[in-house]
């Protein structure tokens, strides 16, 4: 099975920061891998696909990047509707979820 | 508009059983595979169970295998999740969810997603 790891476990930041969120894989990938927000109470949705391609309607300031092992997830500028938990996917075996990572604003 | 529209959950004791249901809309259900995902209470996301676009394939995480049956009814754009032996630690809100890709390979990454049925299994 492949583990994801997420670090860190939980951050808090100030508004128009710039936010990055690690994810890390047991083995090699490529760049089968995604990123997801949920919102408190919501169902989570889908921001970043194959490790960088932005998913249709999300803002730009979203950005995801790595290959192989260790990806980035990057928020440019954080706004206020980006409290969230995130978390990366992998999908090159079997699928598993990182464990999360949440973001509240200072 | 894509809907996805789970049911079935409910309050069971363990060792029963359960049968979820995503009901959907808005797209074509037959060319996109379909899976659970769970979320125990103030947790995170665990994937459960996944299947192809003609349900030949089915494709189960270690903690349920065995004990869970994924299958899809194409005529009635529905998906169902069939839950055994039900464990403590199966409690959790059930999402079903749908692929982004119309491709034979399963399973990628997931566009569009239900609200989730509760399941909790309390003796």
């Known amino acids: 099975d492949i583990q994801m790891t997420q670090s860190p476990s939980s951050l808090s930041a100030s508004v128009g920061d710039r936010v990055t969120i690690t994810c890390q894989a047991s083995q090699d990938i490529s760049s089968h891998l995604d990123w997801y927000q949920q919102k408190p109470g919501e169902a989570p949705k889908l921001l970043i696909y194959d490790a960088s391609n932005l998913e249709t309607g999300v803002p730009s300031r979203f950005r995801g990047s790595g290959f192989g092992t260790h990806f980035t997830f990057t928020i440019s500028s954080l706004q206020p509707e980006d409290v969230a938990t995130y978390y990366c996917q992998q999908y090159d075996k079997l699928l598993s979820f990182g464990p999360g990572t949440r973001l509240e604003i200072k | ?123």
């Open chain 2, 1 to 123: 508009e894509v809907q996805l529209l789970e049911s079935g959950g409910g309050s069971v004791q363990p060792g029963r059983s359960l049968r979820l249901s995503c009901a959907t809309s808005g797209f074509t259900f037959r060319n996109y595979a379909m899976s659970w995902v769970r979320q125990a209470p103030g947790g995170g996301l665990e994937w459960v169970s996944s299947i192809s676009r003609s349900g030949v394939s089915t494709y189960y995480a270690d903690s349920v295998k065995g004990r869970f049956s994924i299958s899809r009814d194409n005529s009635k754009n529905t998906l169902h999740l069939q839950l055994n032996s039900l464990r403590a630690e199966d409690t959790a809100l059930y999402y079903c969810a749908k692929d982004k890709r119309a491709t034979d390979n399963c399973c990628l990454d997931f566009d569009s997603w239900g609200q989730g049925t509760l399941v909790t299994v309390s003796s």
